[in-house]
């Protein structure tokens, strides 16, 4: 028997299991993520119920996926040459999804337990696997130096494949580029579209707001996920220690008792600032520390910002 080509990709199911664990999965039938954002000037209802007959603009072909419906594709192209294409419409009923993934180095800490990435990647498995279970249109796009293009919205199982591939080839490093990858949201997003933000939020705060005030302002709306290791919150270092910058070639000998009081009070203003612009901008924020259950962390945070319950 011939080897399997060194391409070949394990199944869905597989590299779902390696981001999720079994307790996670229990969850994922017990949650759908809705809104009841009006999409587009539509004045009445609510995202799940979706126009029938409404104003629908065509805008590309893309080939066929399985999960895909049958009834999208272009059959005239199918007549001519045999290649299944799905017609791509512009449908203000729609919402579309995009998570934004930080994947700069600071994601990369890691002591107790897993590192933020690695929990941040298990986030997004979670809620993509969850978004598009509703056939719901969802991209992602990371925040890091060097990453792919933005995968853009799709409602097919193999989005879901995409994904998860790039997750789970992806390696946390370099600068945060959350604010630049906002920016690139704002100027490239069609339509009024839901920004899922995962990130451990180290970054500067008035670059911040003014990107998110920009992405407000064209109807989009936005969620953070802030993502935290253990440490990071209860600082219970005692012995000196040299503290590495994991985004740039630097470090600092400290004694970690001199410094807590004042690293506790920083880091208690960085949050309650953050905490803050979620709410002037009627965003839902989800502090998260990396040894809580993904699956019921996800469930709660759905539970808040969702207007459809299971």
């Known amino acids: ?180 990858q906002l920016r690139f949201l704002t100027k490239n997003l069609r339509h009024p579209t839901r920004v899922i933000i995962v990130s451990d939020a180290f970054f500067d705060l008035e670059s911040f707001e003014s990107e998110i005030a920009l992405l407000t302002g064209r109807r989009h709306r936005f969620h953070l996920l802030q993502t935290l290791a253990p440490e990071e919150i209860s600082f219970n270092y005692r012995q000196p220690l040299r503290f590495k910058s994991l985004e740039a070639n630097e470090h600092l000998d400290v004694n970690p008792m001199d410094l807590m009081e004042s690293y506790l009070a920083s880091m208690e203003r960085h949050i309650a600032a953050l905490r803050r612009i979620c709410q002037h901008y009627r965003a839902g924020y989800e502090p998260l520390v990396t040894d809580q259950s993904v699956g019921r962390s996800m469930v709660d945070f759905i539970a808040r910002n969702s207007d459809y319950k299971s």
Not at 99 to 107: E, K, Q, T, V, Y
Not at 110 to 115: A, G, H, K, L, Q
Not at 131 to 156: F, H, N, T, Y
């Open 1 to 180: 028997m011939s080897a399997p080509p060194q391409n070949s990709r394990a199944p869905l199911s597989e590299r779902l299991g390696r981001l999720l664990t079994k307790e996670d999965m229990g969850y994922l039938d017990r949650v759908s993520f809705t809104t009841s954002q009006r999409i587009k000037g539509l004045q009445t209802g609510t995202h799940k119920a979706r126009l029938r007959g409404g104003t629908t603009e065509f805008t590309e072909h893309r080939p066929y996926s399985v999960g895909d419906e049958v009834r999208r594709l272009d059959w005239r192209i199918v007549g001519r040459s045999d290649r299944l294409e799905i017609k791509l419409y512009d449908d203000p009923s729609i919402l579309e999804t995009v998570i934004l993934m930080d994947g700069s180095g600071s994601m990369g800490f890691t002591d107790s337990v897993r590192s933020k990435f690695d929990f941040g990647c298990s986030i997004a498995a979670f809620l993509s696997k969850v978004i598009l279970k509703e056939r719901d249109p969802l991209g992602l796009l990371l925040a890091k130096e060097g990453a792919p293009s933005m995968l853009r919205p799709v409602a097919s199982i193999a989005q879901l494949d995409e994904i998860l591939q790039i997750l789970l080839s992806t390696r946390s490093s370099g600068p945060t580029r959350i604010a630049e």
